[in-house]
C-alpha cells in the first residue's frame, strides 16, 4: 500500500487549519497554502489555540507540533513533494476544478487528491485532472480536530487503492472512516440537510427558533451521540407499532410483511436476541446518565 507522509493543505481557513492540525498532531509533515499571508499567520494561532484547549499537550509538545507545519503561498512549492493533498477551498466548483488542474500539473504522478467538498461532485472535480484514479472525497466536518468522522467519497473513477490508503491515512489519526458505497454522494451532508429542512419549514410555520433548537437537542440531539435512527426504530418497535408510517419506504415495508420488525423476531435493521437486545438497553441508559450530566446547563 501507498505510504502516504507528507500531506499539503489548500486551504488555510475555516477548515483547512483544523485539518492540517489533525494531521501534523500525527507526526506527518504538512504544508498548509493559502493566497493571503496574513491566513496563514492567523491559522497557526487558531491551531496552538485549539491545542490548548484540548488540555492535554505540553507546550513542548504544541511547538514540536507547530513545527511540522509549513506555510506557503506558493501552490507549486507547496504541492511538489505531497503523497496526498486535501483542498479544503469554499463550495465552488469552477475554483475547485481550477486548482485539481493545477495540482494535476505540480504534483508527483502518485499523488492522491482529496477534496473537502461537502456535497460537490468528485466525478466532475476529477475531470479537471490526467488522474481521476486519484481523485477522492475527503468530508471533513467542523472542527475536524474533535469530531470522530471522516467520510470517504468515490468518484466514478477513484480507484480501490485509493481508497485503501485514504481509508489508512486517516485511521492513523484515529478517525471514524466511513467509506461511501454510493459514488459522488456525500451521506452525512444528505442526512444533515433533511433535518434542516423539516427545521426551516416549522421556523417558516411560526415557530419560536429557541423552541426548535431546544426541541432538537433535548430528544434527537440527546440520543444520537448514542443510538442512530435505525437502531432506536428497532429497539423502540416502531416497525411493529406504526407499519403505515413506512408504507412509502419499499425496502422497509418488505421487511414488515416478512415480519423483521426489531427484537421480538429477532431481526430487524439489526440482528437480535432476547440478551443481546437487554444487554443493549442497559448500556444505553448509562451513557444516557452520562450524557446528561455533560449538557446539563444547555437546557
Given at each position: 500500500?501507498?505510504?502516504?507522509?507528507?500531506?499539503?493543505?489548500?486551504?488555510?481557513?475555516?477548515?483547512?487549519?483544523?485539518?492540517a492540525q489533525c494531521f501534523a498532531q500525527n507526526r506527518r509533515k504538512v504544508v498548509m497554502i493559502d493566497v493571503e499571508k496574513g491566513t496563514l499567520e492567523k491559522a497557526i494561532q487558531k491551531i496552538k489555540l485549539s491545542m490548548q484547549e484540548f488540555g492535554t499537550m505540553t507546550d513542548e509538545d504544541i511547538e514540536e507540533t507547530l513545527s511540522r507545519i509549513e506555510l506557503t503561498t506558493d501552490l507549486e512549492e507547496g504541492v511538489n513533494d505531497?503523497?496526498?493533498?486535501?483542498?479544503?477551498?469554499?463550495?465552488?466548483?469552477?475554483?475547485?476544478?481550477?486548482i485539481f488542474h493545477k495540482l494535476d500539473k505540480y504534483c508527483p504522478d502518485s499523488t492522491i487528491l482529496?477534496?473537502?467538498t461537502s456535497g460537490l461532485s468528485i466525478t466532475e472535480i476529477s475531470k479537471a485532472t490526467s488522474r481521476p484514479e486519484k481523485v477522492i472525497g475527503t468530508h471533513?466536518?467542523?472542527p475536524p480536530p474533535i469530531v470522530p468522522i471522516l467520510e470517504i467519497v468515490k468518484g466514478s473513477l477513484?480507484?480501490?487503492?485509493?481508497?485503501?490508503?485514504?481509508?489508512?491515512?486517516?485511521?492513523?489519526?484515529g478517525k471514524v472512516v466511513l467509506v461511501v458505497p454510493k459514488k459522488d454522494i456525500v451521506l452525512t451532508t444528505i442526512i444533515w440537510r433533511g433535518l434542516l429542512e423539516v427545521v426551516y419549514s416549522l421556523f417558516e410555520e411560526g415557530f419560536n427558533p429557541k423552541d426548535l433548537d431546544l426541541a432538537v437537542k433535548t430528544t434527537i440531539g440527546f440520543r444520537l451521540p448514542i443510538i442512530g435512527p435505525l437502531e432506536q426504530t428497532d429497539l423502540g418497535g416502531y416497525l411493529e407499532k406504526f407499519p403505515r408510517m413506512f408504507?412509502?419506504?419499499?425496502?422497509?415495508?418488505?421487511?414488515?410483511?416478512?415480519?423483521?420488525?426489531?427484537?421480538?423476531?429477532?431481526?430487524?435493521?439489526?440482528?437480535w436476541d432476547e440478551k443481546k437486545f437487554n444487554e443493549r438497553i442497559r448500556e444505553?441508559?448509562?451513557?444516557?446518565?452520562?450524557?446528561?450530566?455533560?449538557?446539563r446547563g444547555e437546557y
Open positions: 500500500m501507498q505510504q502516504i507522509r507528507n500531506i499539503s493543505i489548500v486551504g488555510a481557513g475555516l477548515m483547512g487549519h483544523g485539518i505531497a503523497s496526498f493533498v486535501v483542498e479544503a477551498v469554499p463550495e465552488n466548483l469552477e475554483l475547485k476544478k481550477e482529496a477534496s473537502n471533513w466536518w467542523n477513484t480507484s480501490e487503492s485509493t481508497v485503501e490508503a485514504t481509508v489508512s491515512l486517516h485511521k492513523d489519526l408504507e412509502k419506504f419499499s425496502r422497509i415495508k418488505e421487511m414488515i410483511e416478512k415480519g423483521e420488525v426489531g427484537p421480538p423476531t429477532a431481526k430487524g435493521f439489526y440482528q444505553r441508559d448509562k451513557k444516557f446518565i452520562k450524557m446528561l450530566e455533560i449538557v
